[in-house]
C-alpha cells in the first residue's frame, strides 16, 4: 500500500471511550486467563488503532504544516492524547490487579507487566489539563520553527537551508550564515524563551501532581527507564567528561592544523577538510536510488525493506517551507509500515540522517508481528542504538554516495559521533538543571548554558563574533529540549554502544551485524540493560566500560592518546 493511499479516520473521543471502557470491564471481569487475555488483546487493538490515526496525523502535519485540515486535526490529538492515556492507564490498573500475573510475564514476559506498573505511577486524571498544556504549547514551538524564514544571501531560507552553509569553503560565507542564524535565535530569544518557561512550569506542576519534588523522576518513568536512575545518569556522564572531552580536544586541535588554523573558532566548527566537506552526489531521488543498492547488498530483509518504502511514498526527505524541522521515523502500527521524514540540504547530514532513520525503520520492521505494541517498544535509549549503528554498518558502502570522499566521510562521521556524545550529555544536565530550578530567569537559563558549554565543549570559542550564541542561547534551535524532554542523553548512550559495535566490526563485522540483527528483534521484550548484554555489548554505566570503547578510537581517528 502507498503512503498516500491510506485513509485517515478521525478517531471520535465519545466512541473511544465507550469502547475503551466495554474492553476494560471485560478484563476486568476475566474468570480465566484465555478470556483475560483476549480482552487484553482487544485493548491493544484499540491502542493501535488510536497510534495509527495519530501518528498518520503528525506525519502529514509536519510534512505540511500550513495545511489547515491536519493542523486542526493535530490540535484534536494534543488535547486527546492525555484522555487516551488516561484509559491506558486504567489497562494497566487491571493487568496488575488482576490474578493472572505468572501468565502474563510468562506470554508477554517481565519488561510488559513492569510497564504496566510504572505507567500506574507516572498518571494522575488531575495529569490531563497539564499534559493537554504541554502538547500545545510543543507544536506552538514546532509550528513557530517551522514556518520560520531566514534572510541570507538574498534568499529567505529554512533553518536547514541556511545552516548547509556552515560549512562552505568560502570562511565570509560560513560567517554570514552563521552570522543570520545568530541573528535568528537573538529573534526567537523572545517568544521561544517564554515558550519554554511554561513548559518548564507545567512539566513541574505535572511531576508535582503525581507526588514528586520536580518533573525530574516522572520524565524517567515516562522515557521508560525501568533499570537505572538519575544517578546512574550522572556517572555516565562524569565517564563522558572524563574520557569523551578530552579527545574532543585533540579532534579540533587536528581539524585546526588540517584546514590550516591555529584554533578551532564556532566559524570553522563545521568546516572539516580544506577542500571542502564531502557532500554527497545527486539529487534527492538519485540518493534514494544509491541507497536502495546499499541495502540491497548488506541485507537481504534491510533491501527489500528500503525497496518497499521507496516505492511507496514512505520517504519524505526534502526541505521545504513549511515543512517541520528535523527528522524522525514514525510507525503506522495497523499497517506494518515505518515512515522517514528528514530535511535534506545536500550536505554530509543527508546521508547520515537517512542511514540513522532506516534503522529506527529497520527495527519497526523486524517487530512488527509482535502480539502486544507494548512487546514492540523498546525505551529509545535502546531505540536509538538501531538507528546510530546502522550508520556504521553502511559506513563500507560510502563511495557510492561521496565517492573519492567516501574515506574523508568516515572520518568525520566517526569524530562527529565521539564529539555528538559531549554534547547530548550537556543537553541532558541542562534539562536536569532547568526542572531543578524551574523559576530561573530567561537570562539565568542562558548563563547555565554557557556555564555548560565550557564544561562540556571548551574549545568551544565564538570570536567574539556571534553576541546571542556567546550569551548561551544555542538551546533555543534545539526541539527535544521542547518537545521530547529528557530524550537527549539517549542519544549519548546509544552512541556508545553503537561505537562498541564500530569496534567489533574491525574485527568480526558478521558477528557483529548477527548482534545487531537480534537487538532489533528483540524490541520491547528485555529491559535495556538485559538487551546490551544478550546482544554482548557493554553497560554504559559501569565504570571502566567508557574507556574500553573510547580507547581505539585513538588510533582510528589517528591520534596519541
Not at 491536519?70 to 490487579?97: G, L, R, T, W
Not at 528485555?526 to 573510547?550: N, Q, T, V
Amino acid at each position: 500500500m502507498r503512503f498516500d493511499e491510506i485513509e485517515y479516520r478521525h478517531i471520535d473521543q465519545g466512541e473511544m471511550k465507550n469502547e475503551a471502557e466495554r474492553i476494560l470491564r471485560l478484563i476486568k471481569g476475566a474468570t480465566d486467563f484465555d478470556s483475560f487475555a483476549a480482552a487484553v488483546l482487544e485493548f491493544d487493538r484499540l491502542e493501535r488503532d488510536f497510534s495509527t490515526m495519530s501518528s498518520l496525523c503528525q506525519i502529514r502535519h509536519s510534512c505540511h504544516t500550513d495545511d489547515d485540515f491536519y493542523k486542526d486535526e493535530q490540535a484534536y490529538y494534543d488535547n486527546v492524547e492525555p484522555i487516551f492515556i488516561s484509559y491506558y492507564v486504567e489497562f494497566c490498573k487491571a493487568v496488575v490487579a488482576s490474578p493472572f500475573k505468572e501468565q502474563v510475564v510468562q506470554r508477554w514476559g517481565e519488561r510488559f507487566y513492569t510497564v504496566c506498573e510504572y505507567t500506574i505511577k507516572s498518571f494522575d486524571e488531575a495529569m490531563i489539563p497539564f499534559m493537554q498544556k504541554e502538547n500545545e504549547l510543543a507544536s506552538e514551538y514546532q509550528r513557530l520553527m517551522s514556518q520560520s524564514q531566514i534572510e541570507f544571501n538574498g534568499e529567505k531560507l529554512t533553518l536547514p537551508g541556511l545552516m548547509s552553509f556552515f560549512s562552505d569553503p568560502d570562511r565570509e560565507v560560513r560567517k554570514g550564515a552563521i552570522t543570520a542564524f545568530d541573528g535568528f535565535l537573538h529573534s526567537l530569544e523572545e517568544p521561544v524563551g517564554e515558550l519554554f518557561d511554561q513548559l518548564v512550569k507545567v512539566r513541574t506542576q505535572m511531576g508535582k501532581a503525581m507526588g514528586f519534588e520536580t518533573y525530574t523522576p516522572l520524565a524517567y518513568i515516562l522515557r521508560g527507564r525501568y533499570d537505572y536512575d538519575k544517578e546512574a545518569v550522572k556517572a555516565f556522564r562524569d565517564q563522558v567528561v572524563k574520557e569523551v572531552v578530552p579527545l574532543t580536544g585533540k579532534i579540533r586541535a587536528k581539524q585546526a592544523e588540517r584546514i590550516g588554523v591555529e584554533k578551532i573558532t564556532f566559524t570553522d566548527s563545521s568546516f572539516e577538510f580544506p577542500q571542502g566537506n564531502p557532500r554527497p552526489e545527486g539529487t534527492v531521488e538519485e540518493k534514494i536510488e544509491t541507497a536502495r543498492k546499499m541495502y540491497n547488498d548488506l541485507n537481504p530483509a534491510a533491501g527489500e525493506l528500503f525497496s518497499m518504502m521507496a516505492d511507496s511514498g514512505l520517504l519524505d526527505l526534502e526541505s521545504r517551507p513549511n515543512k517541520a524541522q528535523g527528522g524522525y521515523c514514525s510507525e503506522l502500527a495497523n499497517y506494518g509500515l515505518p515512515f522517514i521524514f528528514a530535511n535534506f540540504n545536500g550536505t554530509e547530514d543527508d546521508v547520515e540522517v537517512l542511514t540513522h532513520e532506516a534503522g529506527h525503520g529497520y527495527n519497526a520492521w523486524c517487530v512488527r508481528d509482535f502480539e502486544l505494541a507494548a512487546q514492540m517498544e523498546a525505551g529509545m535509549e535502546t531505540c536509538e542504538i538501531h538507528s546510530t549503528s546502522m550508520e556504521f554498518f553502511t559506513s563500507p558502502y560510502m563511495e557510492l554516495f561521496f565517492g573519492e570522499r567516501a574515506e574523508d566521510y568516515r572520518y568525520a562521521h566517526l569524530a562527529s559521533t565521539v564529539m555528538a556524545i559531549a554534547y547530548e550529555c550537556m543537553v541532558d544536565e541542562f534539562q536536569e538543571k532547568m526542572y531543578e530550578s524551574p523559576d530561573l530567569t530567561f537570562a539565568e537559563r542562558k548563563a547555565v548554558w554557557h556555564s555548560l558549554e565550557r564544561k562540556y565543549q571548551p574549545d568551544r570559542d565564538y570570536d567574539g563574533l556571534y553576541p546571542t550564541l556567546e550569551s548561551g542561547t544555542y538551546w533555543l534551535r534545539q526541539l527535544h529540549i521542547f518537545m521530547y524532554p529528557f530524550y537527549y542523553i539517549d542519544y549519548a548512550l546509544a552512541s556508545v554502544s553503537a561505537l562498541d559495535f564500530s569496534n567489533r566490526m574491525i574485527s568480526d563485522r558478521e558477528e557483529a551485524w548477527k548482534d545487531y540483527d537480534k537487538l532489533c528483534h528483540i524490541g520491547g521484550k528485555l529491559f535495556y540493560r538485559e538487551a546490551l548484554a544478550e546482544c554482548g555489548l557493554k553497560d554504559p554505566f559501569r565504570e571502566g566500560s567508557l574507556e574500553m570503547i573510547i580507547a581505539p578510537l585513538y588510533e582510528q581517528l589517528g591520534l596519541e592518546k
